[in-house]
């Protein structure tokens, strides 16, 4: 076996041995239990002082809900203003200049909902003081944010009837201060050992061996690259992000990058095992997405290891596989694996262009997101599972003849509006704005003309990339085909709508079906209990989800990868 | 809401001490003691001279070095705009420029085969900044490294072989080699002889 393949094995295994004792870790913090770094509660009580908040403060949904929408309206209008003025303030060593409106606006919210979808490149886009006031930072308490609203859906779920699910506050900061700021810095620490950059010269002038000009741009990108991956952010420091050779330098840091990306996730599945005292439950969620993670791995190795039929055409060697769009350092096999793993999670970093993958990666890249809950963002992925579970829940209650119940819960009609609007909003949003775009494309091409042609590939490829944006975007995943011409009035506006909605509804509505299922009475478990810790009911639950999230797509996906598939492979 | 937004506000600022201020510099700081550079990019010299970082690819055209891959960043290894090509498997165009650079590779290096030309000296790279090129697409240059230097190809061979970096721990990821740092290994020979 060659040692690529071995490289990707063991970064898979590190994830799944680390994240057990990981989510066990998690789940202590979230219920408030002693833990090893308990040294940090006085920085926190101080905080919590000056900053007039009381942690202890039982929340009911509703008020933990406009905390929540509060502070992430603050946050929006934090990011434009230092956007806009970013050529005013210091750290600007390079001189960049200011964001237009409409890109600020897409920048601003696509940081604070947690995609990191970028129009604008890392190099020129931004100063070093928004990407740390700004991009860095809104990295950390977004990703606080989802698993804040995860950890009071956790708090619902375990009581038995309750009005309060716990201290919005508290959360955020401990999210904060327990999980991302430690496991950042250790990340941090291996990527400066390893040649990441860490300082605040602006470029680096150099006259090359050949005595060619040479500009590096550099500065302090150990620091934003670590939570990054860890709050499945995923925007890049640079502008390819971390296929770029100083953001990944080496093979390790792709695979602590790779790890950082998924760790996260996949221990808050086994949190919730611990939390709720279901360990059971926690093993068949994470069995059914480990499950459908790994087929797309499979999918995606082989047709990039193997390489591009239409190059092997050509009579040269492509034992290497395909290496458009990827690195040397860490070949075709680490570049699979990468886009399986950002695209399950919200994360949408990648280390090679997904733009250039074959064409079956790329729908494999694209239904990862489009099905949007195998693992998914820190917090959100979990809660967007749940709301299939709900659904599922009621199926199988329906198909069996019992009273559809989850956790000692009745699921009612109510919980199930609330479940199928958000399991839906997310195929509308997708299709609806793929469809708008094809519409300007072919009927407005004066429009698009003007906007700079948006497509750098032509035919089937050129939907792909179109269709690949939104459900970036929808999934607030914020990888791209980035060959698309997207810094333009239109795309920022769209997406940018397209985030919000993607970002807020499903996290309303989560935690409103939480809330709603919190307050009901508790019924004890009986022989009529449909059970939903067993392996039919993750097989079921695995179909609702395929048939409800990834057969929407088929049709557009026919057009899209799979009509470039037999174009290229018949 | 007003309060939240008071509480908001305040957070936020709690927020930029601890990660904006403390977590930089405490990686800074690190930076200075642990890092190859000080924090900077890596660099690599020749005669005291700085000729490159050490991660980060450059344009080599002349026949008396190691070429690296082709490059989409700006005019090529533009290190302040890094860029893949983006181009799809089926585009046409990203083909026919395929094409046109294998043709361009075998006139340069009228010794080989067309079956001996690596697919990744054709494609261009992630990151248009690419560093390195593999084991076996260092070897096929050899002779003509050679023929242009004057010197024996066993020479220029041992010095490719020395600069063969294994994967990691010995098994995981693939092998490679620094196309910069084997130059300037080159240059090197060259003047001690």
Redesign the interface.
């Given at each position: 076996m060659n040692?690529?393949l071995?490289?990707s094995i063991?970064q898979i295994v590190l994830m799944v041995v680390l994240a057990y004792p990981l989510g066990k870790y998690i789940a202590k913090v979230y219920k408030g239990e002693k833990t090893c770094l308990d040294f940090l509660a006085p920085v926190e009580r101080w905080?919590f002082k000056?900053?007039?908040?009381n942690p202890n403060e039982e929340m009911s949904w509703k008020s933990f809900l406009?905390?929540l929408l509060?502070?992430n309206l603050?946050?929006f209008f934090?990011g434009m203003i230092l956007l806009w003025t970013q050529q005013y303030l210091p750290l600007n060593p390079d001189g960049n200049g200011g964001q237009s409106s409409h890109l600020s606006f897409n920048t601003c919210i696509s940081f604070m909902v947690n995609c990191n979808l970028q129009h604008y490149?890392g190099?020129?886009g931004l100063t070093y003081f928004t990407q740390?006031?700004v991009i860095?930072?809104f990295q950390?308490?977004t990703a606080a944010t989802g698993m804040a609203a995860l950890a009071g859906i956790f708090k619902a779920m375990a009581a038995k009837t309750t009005n309060t699910i716990g201290n919005f506050?508290n959360l955020?900061?401990k999210s904060?201060?327990r999980i991302l700021?430690p496991m950042?810095?250790i990340v941090?620490?291996i990527l400066?050992?390893e040649?990441t950059?860490?300082?605040?010269?602006g470029?680096?002038k150099?006259?090359?061996?050949?005595g060619?000009e040479?500009?590096?741009?550099?500065g302090?990108a150990?620091?934003v690259i670590p939570i990054k991956q860890l709050g499945t952010n995923g925007g890049g420091y640079?502008?390819?992000n971390s296929?770029?050779?100083?953001e990944n330098?080496?093979?390790?840091t792709?695979?602590v990058e790779c790890w950082s990306i998924l760790i996260l996730p996949m221990a808050m599945v086994f949190a919730l095992g611990f939390y709720l005292k279901r360990k059971k439950l926690s093993y068949t969620i994470f069995g059914v997405m480990l499950f459908a993670y790994l087929a797309s791995v499979g999918i995606n190795t082989y047709y990039e290891t193997k390489?591009?039929p239409?190059?092997s055409q050509?009579?040269?060697?492509?034992?290497?596989?395909?290496?458009?769009?990827?690195?040397?350092?860490?070949?075709p096999a680490?570049?699979a694996l990468w886009s399986c793993t950002t695209t399950v999670t919200s994360n949408g970093s990648?280390?090679?262009?997904h733009?250039?993958?074959?064409?079956l990666s790329g729908m494999m890249e694209m239904l990862n997101m489009q099905i949007n809950t195998w693992f998914g963002g820190v917090g959100v992925g979990f809660m967007n599972y749940y709301a299939f579970l709900i659904i599922a829940v009621f199926i199988s209650g329906l198909m069996v003849g019992r009273t559809p119940e989850f956790l000692g819960k009745k699921v009612e009609a109510r919980e199930m509006k609330v479940a199928t609007i958000v399991a839906l909003t997310h195929p509308f949003v997708i299709l609806i704005g793929t469809a708008v775009a094809c519409y300007y494309w072919v009927y407005n091409p004066a429009f698009v003309e003007a906007e700079g042609g948006w497509l750098?590939?032509?035919?089937?490829?050129g939907l792909?990339e179109m269709l690949y944006e939104y459900t970036s975007s929808s999934a607030n995943n914020g990888s791209g085909?980035?060959?698309l011409g997207d810094n333009t009035w239109f795309w920022n506006f769209t997406t940018g709508l397209a985030l919000i909605i993607s970002r807020y509804l499903p996290i309303v509505g989560q935690v409103a079906i939480a809330g709603l299922l919190a307050q009901k009475k508790f019924i004890p478990e009986s022989a009529g209990t449909l059970k939903t810790d067993t392996v039919t009911f993750a097989v079921m639950t695995f179909s609702v989800i395929f048939i409800v999230a990834a057969l929407s797509f088929f049709p557009a996906l026919t057009l899209g990868p799979i009509a470039?598939y037999f174009?290229?492979y018949m | 809401m007003i309060s939240n937004l008071f509480k908001s506000f305040k957070l936020t600022i709690a927020f930029c001490i601890l990660f904006s201020v403390s977590y930089i510099f405490i990686l800074w700081l690190f930076a200075q003691v642990a890092s190859p550079n000080k924090g900077n990019a890596d660099v690599v010299e020749l005669n005291g001279r700085i000729v490159g970082a050490a991660n980060v690819g450059q344009q080599f055209t002349k026949d008396i070095y190691f070429w690296g891959r082709p490059s989409h960043a700006g005019d090529g290894y533009d290190a302040s705009s890094s860029s893949g090509s983006n181009k799809g498997p089926s585009n046409e165009e990203h083909l026919a420029d395929v094409q046109a650079r294998i043709d361009t590779f075998l006139v340069y290096h009228p010794y080989l085969k067309r079956e001996q030309v690596p697919a990744e000296m054709v494609t261009a790279s992630a990151s248009g900044l690419d560093p390195d090129i593999s084991p076996k697409a260092a070897y096929i240059q050899v002779q003509r490294v050679a023929q242009a230097r004057g010197i024996s190809p066993d020479k220029v061979m041992a010095l490719v072989n020395a600069h063969v970096e294994g994967p990691l721990l010995g098994i995981f990821g693939p092998e490679k080699v620094n196309v910069l740092k084997l130059n300037v290994a080159l240059e090197k020979l060259e003047t001690k002889e």
């Open positions: 040692t690529e071995i490289g063991a905080i000056i900053c007039g908040i406009k905390a509060t502070i603050f946050w934090w490149s190099e020129s740390l006031f860095m930072l950390f308490i506050w955020l900061l904060c201060t700021l950042s810095l941090g620490f400066i050992i040649g950059p860490m300082g605040f010269d470029k680096m150099l006259t090359t061996l050949e060619n040479q500009l590096i741009s550099q302090p150990a620091a640079f502008g390819v296929s770029h050779p100083l330098p080496t093979y390790l792709n695979m390489g591009n239409m190059i050509m009579g040269i060697d492509q034992g290497a596989g395909a290496m458009e769009g990827k690195e040397t350092r860490l070949g680490a570049t990648v280390n090679g262009m733009d250039s993958t074959m064409p750098n590939n032509p035919g089937f490829h792909s085909f980035e060959g470039e174009s290229i | -």
